[in-house]
């Protein structure tokens, strides 16, 4: 029974239950990952104050500027999992290629791959604005014993064990979900602990905030032109309010707490959308839908989408579950 102020230990502790296969480990992993949070925050919130901002010269796998506070929120959250050796796989959208992880003790004896995004929204460090992690964890398909494949990787969203996210905004906060509800905890930065500060997270299931970068309208196709003209129309509960972050995490943490959706839809120049399906798409559908959204691309659940590629991406709309029935209504 979630307690407000638990700490995130006791309260991993005592779900553990909860948790398919319940060996502990799935409990570690996510131990692990409180863990590279901690830190990853403690660099986030120096970013202002020393020189470790702006690009850093490298170009990731889609083309974009990396980020200093990118490489090193990778290499953390690589290394934390890394050297506990608590999974036996990491993707992540900083490295082209899926990571193996052997181990030293137990050649391929974990079960459990991660994908992640380590710092969403980083164009938004330099001025100050709240940026994310998000992670997906999956049992993998292949035997334990061997090395993991890319098919450990590319599992639709609906066969997650767990999901989450971490957002460094005012306060830092995880949100995660194993399949029994969304719980959020906020990190208390004196004492290095999270403590149970939004138990059992719903999407009220109407909202009055819309997400989208509406600078793309031109591009967008007419189903999505029409429901934002829809959003903007004085009738009912209507105009609804626009706020864009331009940070998924913060995007849709508001939504979530305030009642919203957000949508990257396709686009004529990028027809599948920007945002990535493993690791950014299907753990906030899975958040969503545990607290009791949705999410989708338009026209089909987004955790029943098959992925083919490790950095695929897919239109994406999140929210409030009418919302998106809203949006669905006018997609043709
Ligand atoms: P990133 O992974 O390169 O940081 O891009 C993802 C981010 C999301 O957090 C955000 O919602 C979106 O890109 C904003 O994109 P845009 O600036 O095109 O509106
Ligand atoms: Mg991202």
Redesign the pocket.
Known sequence: MARKNQTLGEFIIENQKDFPYASGELSRLINSIRLAAKMVNHEVNKAGLVDITGAAGETNI?G?DQQKLDVLANETFINTLTNREIVCGIAS?ENDEFITIKGQKNDHRNNYVVLM?P?????NIDVNVS??TIFSIYRRVTPTGTPVTIEDFLQPGNLQVAAGYIIYGTSTMLVYTTGHGVNGFTLNPALGTYYLSHPNMKFPDDGSIYSV?E??YIHFPQGIKDYIKYCQEEKEDRPYTSR??????S?IHRNMIKGGI?L?PSTSKSPNG???LLY?CNPMAFIAEQAGGKASDGYRRIMDIKPTELHERTPFVCGSKNMVEKVESFMD
Do not use: A, F, P, T
């Open positions: 889609q974009e959208e995004d710092l969403d929204g980083s164009s940026v994310g970068n600078g793309n864009y972050i331009g940070s998924l995490v995007d957000y990257y920007k945002l990535r950014e």
